[in-house]
């Protein structure tokens, strides 16, 4: 089963608390002329953590130029509630870069990529 598709790279599926797509309220701080600071909501984004142990290295070159590349991503991802993926555009919030090392049979490969993507705009 497809979690996640970044700009037509279809992502290994990962397991465990290493893969979550979910809604969440986007809002922002405003200080009003009268001195009083608001909150006001901008409505529903969604939000994709992903993260993987292991992973070739031809896959987490071309995942980190996509999401080191400073532009808005297109992706697809399954949401936690839902059965159908989703699709828009989403900037990363964070990124954990990888290590790089050798497995046990002496193959090149990294390890402990992860990042968060939140949608660009609202969808309601």
Partial sequence: ???LVLE????????GDKYA??????SVQLDMISGRRVIEERGAVWKIKWSY???????TRA?????????PILAAALPDNGSEMI???FVVE??????????DNGTPCWHGLGFTLREEEPHG
């Fill in 1 to 3: 089963m497809t979690q």
């Fill in 8 to 15: 037509g790279m279809a992502l290994p599926e990962t397991w």
């Fill in 21 to 26: 797509c979910w809604e969440e309220i986007l």
């Fill in 53 to 59: 142990d292991y992973l070739d290295n031809d896959t």
């Fill in 63 to 71: 995942l980190l130029a996509v999401l080191r590349s400073r532009r």
């Fill in 87 to 89: 699709s828009s555009t």
């Fill in 94 to 103: 964070s990124l954990t870069d990888p290590t790089f090392l050798f497995d």
